[in-house]
């Protein structure tokens, strides 16, 4: 459902845009995260965009994502 969305608010032509998939909360145990890195970056291979994880609460990667 994302992946459509986003297509149809970028359009069409998705290889000139840049998409991250961001992983939040990844501070988080694994125990209770709901999508593991590995299938973050699986998705993110399947969608042809790049893959960060982040964490508000540690401030892991919130820079370099934006």
Do not use: Y
Not at 9 to 25: F, S
């Amino acid at each position: 459902p994302i992946w459509q969305t986003i297509k149809e608010i970028k359009g069409a032509d998705l290889p000139n845009i840049p998409v991250m998939l961001a992983g939040n909360k990844c501070d988080e145990s694994p125990e209770i995260r709901e999508v593991s890195a590995a299938e973050g970056q699986a998705q993110a291979q399947t969608w042809g965009v790049s893959f960060m994880e982040t964490s508000a609460k540690t401030n892991h990667n919130v820079t370099q994502l934006f």
